[in-house]
């Protein structure tokens, strides 16, 4: 789920995530990047919001950043989203 | 799903919206606004990408904000994503 700063987004409940980002802050990092692709988008936004407003008030959005990546799937390549939302304290 | 400049997603297709992004800007806009909330964020990722990528390759995201709104629901209020897109051309 997270690599040095970053911490990817997957199905698992937001709280799970909202909490690699606090334990990345409190670990001494100052600008924590969530990563998400397709669906996982939205939840992404939300880590970030429950991350701003109820644990870390001190914390802000500096950029959010959306693309493309072409991905190999069953039914041949196909394009999904993905969004980058780097936070800093 | 349509006021003047802005394209509110929701949960038709995503050229339902792209459509109406590139009908705002061929009438005339120079910046629309897409907003989403909750599950639709990720689907106003993909009508952005997807305007930028194949429809209008001289547009570009000049901006993202995402924020928390209160919203009444049978449960008692709670908390929910949002998301705008702004984009130029």
């Given at each position: 789920m997270t690599e040095d700063n970053v911490v990817y987004i997957g199905n698992k409940p937001v709280m799970n995530y909202v909490l690699a980002v606090v334990t990345q802050f409190n670990s001494g990092a100052s600008e924590v990047t969530i990563k998400a692709r397709g669906r996982a988008i939205s939840r992404a936004v939300d880590v970030a919001e429950v991350t701003k407003n109820r644990?870390?008030?001190?914390s802000k959005v500096k950029d959010i950043k959306i693309a493309t990546e072409r991905i190999a799937s069953e039914r041949g390549e196909s394009n999904i989203s993905t969004m980058e939302i780097v936070m800093i304290k």
């Open positions: 644990f870390m008030m001190d």
